[in-house]
């Protein structure tokens, strides 16, 4: 994105973009453009909120509720459209300056969101034609409801007092949570092991070997906390002292006596949340959130959570015995006694455990997992699904070299989207990988189906050039994937199908815009084809020999699918369980985080914690990302998604007509059903937790 200085330029935000599709001119976009369009779209909107509450005509579903969801004076919802490339940017290509105006700006975004969810006389007509609408679709009736719970669970119905008290409230929150992303991704950036010993190398693979030289530029080797490089050290390296250093880092980040400390900003949020859910009438902010959710209540999580504990912790307890037995006999006889495992040694050991039983090995695969040969298989395989082609558009801007383009285009040859791919960590990028939309599908008053502009973000293996590092040519390598990345690629190309296919007429209800634990199942169904005999076969080639990748490393690597299954089950749950307890919170938070959290969650943990460590500070998606008690959403969308892709199985994984009845019911209905509704339409009956149970090879709960 340049940032240089022109004395006459239009703001490209204030025009039409005269791009492919209209998509955001990233070549043309400078620093000072958002600001600038920013308070211009909060002009515009209030202009349009203005129009609505004044019109003099009787409140009805098309003057109040559908000309706040489409602009009834043709402007460009520029709002929306500067928000979309601002904040991704801010995630994926952000720098100091754009920090500091994110800063500035999110108190007045907040500002102006409150002032219009607050406005009195804007309510008053929603409330009007929630009780007197004529008769309306399914959608239309959705949008409606939607609207009006959207403006009572935003404050419409407390006095004033309440309602500036809320304003506050929410304000400061908004704050807040910008600024733990902020401090998660400096921290994250700041940590690097260098080292300059070959003989500290040991045990890592070539391809970590390759990407740490060129992480220090020659100087010997850099390692980071970005997955691509912090978890092949830890599964790898044979440094233990090395290990723990990077584990230290990795799990003690935002906690330090400096000015990115997360502690105190983390027990704020917490309260903050609290008080407005309480404010708006609800006990805790969990019942907040859940009343808009498929569980609906506390009580059905913790049911969720208590069924996957009692299922998975025997088997759990069984791992994990079976990984300190391994350990033990490891370890020279005259020091059986003296060391104990640690947390950085658990991947280490149970990555040579799983070699041991299966003899197999993430390194043996990523040959066979060349980047531009996975994105092949990936697109293939939605051509197999869905009969839709993916090409790459050079014309289309992109906002850094890395970032690919597509036009995507249906069965029948109409173009159906653009599709971004930002594949590798950098400078200025989150850590993670997420799926995202710089324009969401719709259909305007004039009919027009606008179609989406998609976007996955990733952190996979970069490729390296050959380069010379301490006196020897080390040659490069073309990004080389584990099967864990390519579970990753197909995880938020799930999302993006949800995105793609999207086809209402709402732009609030479209694609991903469903309920927060329905929101997971389109992207975890994806991921059960990574280990699909006949998917590897599509795209499976190694990248020197050009040769498939043996029937007999794919069936090792089905056999040892559930390798530690139970005990990452019983992660994700403890995940769940520290989300959940902060925000059933009834009374203030006043407690120490890092001892909160190893109380919080130890029903799911089977070792011995560390009281050093804490994963709160540092958990973005319950503190700034959507998740705030929402967590759970992964494993009740897992029970969704094993449930439905039994369905695949039985009639073929590649099956067209199932995979129509998917994409119709499910991937392009977006938010307008009850997603109950839409799961049954599909799956002719409710889910249940026995294919779940029965994938991961766990004994069904009595």
């Not at 801010?90 to 607050?118: G, Y």
């Not at 790898?236 to 502690?263: G, K, P, V």
């Not at 490393?553 to 307890?581: E, H, P, W």
């Amino acid at each position: 994105m340049s940032t240089d200085n022109v004395n006459v330029r239009k703001n490209p935000f204030f025009e039409p973009y005269n791009t492919p599709h209209d998509t955001p001119p990233f070549d043309r976009i400078r620093l000072e453009d958002f600001e600038e369009a920013f308070m211009e779209g909060i002009r515009r909107d209030n202009e349009q909120i203005d129009r609505i509450v004044n019109n003099p005509a009787k409140p009805n579903f098309d003057n109040t509720i559908v000309d706040q969801e489409d602009d009834s004076e043709g402007y460009y919802d520029l709002l929306e459209r500067v928000s979309s490339v601002f904040f991704n940017l801010l995630s994926a290509e952000t720098n100091d300056d754009m920090d500091a105006l994110a800063q500035k700006l999110q108190p007045i975004l907040t500002q102006h969101a409150n002032d219009v969810r607050l406005n009195p006389k804007l309510f008053e007509r929603v409330k009007y034609v929630h009780l007197h609408h004529r008769r309306l679709t399914p959608e239309e009736k959705r949008l409606l409801d939607n609207c009006y719970d959207g403006f009572v669970r935003s404050g419409a119905l407390l006095d004033d007092e309440g309602k500036e008290k809320l304003r506050k409230l929410t304000e400061e929150a908004s704050m807040l949570s910008l600024m733990f992303s902020q401090n998660v991704l400096k921290e994250q950036k700041a940590f690097k092991l260098h080292i300059t010993d070959p003989a500290q190398l040991e045990g890592l693979p070539q391809t970590a070997i390759d990407a740490a030289a060129e992480e220090a530029k020659g100087d010997g080797w850099t390692f980071t906390l970005d997955s691509p490089s912090y978890s092949p050290f830890m599964t790898y390296s044979t440094q233990r002292e090395l290990r723990r250093q990077m584990y230290m880092a990795h799990n003690t980040l935002c906690i330090h006596d400096n000015d990115a400390n997360n502690l105190e900003i983390c027990k704020k949020l917490v309260n903050l949340r609290r008080e407005i859910a309480q404010l708006l009438g609800f006990k805790t902010y969990a019942d907040y959130v859940l009343k808009n959710r498929m569980a609906r209540n506390v009580r059905s999580v913790y049911r969720l959570f208590n069924d996957l504990i009692e299922a998975y912790k025997p088997t759990a307890l069984k791992e994990k015995e079976e990984v300190k037995r391994f350990y033990k006999k490891s370890q020279p006889s005259n020091l059986k006694s003296q060391i104990k495992l640690e947390p950085w040694d658990i991947a280490f050991y149970s990555h040579k455990l799983k070699l041991k039983k299966y003899n197999i090995d993430a390194e043996m695969l990523r040959p066979y997992l060349q980047l531009e040969k996975v994105i092949d298989g990936v697109f293939g395989l939605a051509n197999r699904l869905y009969g839709i082609t993916f090409k790459e558009n050079k014309d289309i801007p992109v906002y850094h070299p890395d970032v690919k383009a597509y036009e995507v285009f249906d069965k029948d040859g109409s173009y159906l989207a653009v599709f971004y791919a930002d594949f590798h960590p950098r400078k200025g990028k989150q850590g993670g990988a997420w799926m995202t939309q710089f324009q969401s599908q719709c259909i305007d008053k004039k009919g027009e189906n606008i179609r989406p502009h998609v976007s996955v973000v990733m952190n996979l293996t970069k490729p390296t050039e050959g380069s010379m590092v301490n006196g020897q040519w080390s040659m490069g390598k073309p990004a080389l994937l584990t099967l864990g990345e390519v579970e990753t690629f197909l995880h938020e190309f799930g999302h993006s199908l949800h995105g793609m296919f999207a086809n209402t007429r709402f732009e609030s209800l479209s694609g991903t815009s469903v309920l927060w634990d329905f929101v997971e199942l389109p992207s975890q169904f994806m991921e059960n084809y990574a280990v699909e005999k006949e998917f590897l076969r599509t795209f499976a080639f190694h990248y020197e020999t050009g040769e498939p990748l043996p029937d007999e490393l794919i069936d090792r690597v089905v056999k040892s699918r559930n390798f530690m299954a139970a005990t990452a089950c019983l992660r994700q749950v403890s995940l769940g369980l520290l989300d959940m307890a902060y925000y059933t919170q009834k009374e203030e938070f006043t407690e120490n985080v890092m001892t909160f959290e190893k109380e919080a969650w130890k029903k799911a943990i089977i070792g011995k914690q560390r009281t050093d460590t804490c994963m709160t500070v540092q958990f973005s998606h319950i503190m700034a990302g959507g998740y705030a008690a929402g967590y759970y959403s992964y494993k009740w969308a897992e029970v969704l998604d094993a449930d439905a892709f039994a369905v695949f199985k039985r009639h073929g994984i590649f099956d067209r007509e199932t995979a129509e009845s998917f994409r119709e019911n499910i991937l392009s209905k977006g938010g307008t059903e009850d997603p109950m509704v839409l799961y049954k339409r599909f799956r002719g009956g409710e889910p249940t937790i026995k294919a779940l149970l029965k994938r991961n090879g766990i004994k069904p709960l009595r």
